[in-house]
């Protein structure tokens, strides 16, 4: 018992920079009050001993603001960092070295018996206030980012974010590598995504504008091209986008627009 405190408490260590020493840890870390509470609310249900555990369970809800159902299953050197509003369900399943932040939700999507939580493998790590629900399967090292619904199942060393969640593909360049090294040594991994995490929903609409750029093109030249064999002449003016302010996140579709908003007013 002993040593799983040791260890429980050496992780919000390596995971939260702001830990000082381990009786501040001890004293005031609510996600390992409801860990603690939570090995004792499960080893009693083990017993066959459930209103109690479920008992000791609402206790530690009331106490700590964080839900674990005693019949969850979870594995070593787990972190709840802040955790108010947490809620793990009664079927949901945690590998070792996992970090939930707060108001994440493991719920379940049926009110049919049976497996109806989702499962967490190893080195998973949850944003604050994401959802996963039901019972899909979080592969290990997966991350959730911040607020992200995730209703399927996510493969190892993905990242998913979003409502509801998409997998997202992380930069590979020289610098962000550089930064996740550095982010895999101090332990820390901010809230299951990075800044350099790309917007599914952006990138779609900039891969949308820039088939109708190319395709407005094909169509001037079509015009001309038709005008110059004795064809009619084709009005290939457009209503304007004046009203609609896009600003990317991206730099180098920044300066895409930027350089196509030049072109346009040279013309």
């Not at 917007?199 to 001037?220: F, G, M, N, T």
């Amino acid at each position: 018992m002993f040593k799983r405190l040791k260890s429980d408490i050496r992780c919000v260590f390596d995971r939260d920079p702001a830990a000082r020493n381990t009786f501040e840890v001890l004293t005031t870390y609510p996600g390992l009050h409801a860990l603690l509470w939570y090995r004792l609310a499960h080893w009693l249900w083990n017993l066959g001993l459930k209103w109690l555990a479920r008992f000791i369970s609402g206790l530690a809800r009331w106490l700590t603001g964080i839900e674990i159902h005693p019949a969850a299953k979870i594995g070593e050197r787990f972190f709840i960092d802040h955790g108010m509003g947490v809620v793990i369900g009664e079927t949901a399943e945690i590998g070792d070295d996992c970090t939930l932040y707060h108001g994440v939700t493991l719920g379940g999507t049926s009110w049919k018996k049976g497996k109806r939580h989702p499962t967490l493998g190893n080195g998973v790590v949850v944003g604050a206030g994401a959802k996963v629900l039901g019972p899909i399967e979080i592969a290990n090292d997966a991350r959730v980012g911040s607020n992200a619904v995730v209703l399927k199942s996510v493969g190892e060393g993905e990242t998913v974010v979003g409502i509801p969640g998409r997998i997202v593909k992380q930069q590979k360049d020289e610098a962000h590598i550089r930064r996740a090294k550095m982010a895999e040594k101090i332990g820390f991994d901010a809230y299951g995504v990075g800044q350099e995490t790309p917007d599914p929903i952006e990138k779609a609409i900039y891969s949308l504008l820039d088939h109708i750029q190319v395709q407005d093109e094909k169509l001037e030249r079509l015009a001309k091209s038709l005008s110059e064999i004795g064809g009619d002449a084709i009005d290939m003016s457009l209503p304007g986008l004046d009203d609609v302010v896009l600003e990317p996140s991206d730099p180098e579709q920044a300066a895409h627009l930027k350089k196509k908003k030049g072109s346009q007013k040279s013309d």
